[in-house]
């Protein structure tokens, strides 16, 4: 395997972040419907139909899932996003 050299300089938060990763967590409520979730899943998290209802059906009988996983600063506007919307979500 032959290696590059470059100069960029990675930040050691950045690498633990990618490492460790965070999980963008929906919690249920007796607001949203699944229809809303659901769209707001494939929307925001570029999930698949599939995906979505999947979570959808998690989120509701579990109380809470994690739809995402990854670094924080890329989560966080999807957090954002779909508190925007009413939905309950919090980075864990």
Known sequence: MSG???DEKIEISDLTDV???KNLV????DVN???WVIISLIEICSHTFEQAEQCAYIIHYSGKYAVKHGAHDI?????DALVDRG???TIE
Do not use: Y
Not at 26 to 29: E, F, M, S
Not at 75 to 79: A, D, E, S, V, Y
């Open 4 to 6: 590059i050299l470059t």
């Open 33 to 35: 419907t699944f229809d």
């Open 87 to 89: 939905i309950q979500a």
């Open 75 to 79: 989560l966080h506007p999807m957090k």
């Open 26 to 29: 929906v919690h249920n409520d």
């Open 19 to 21: 490492l460790s990763g």
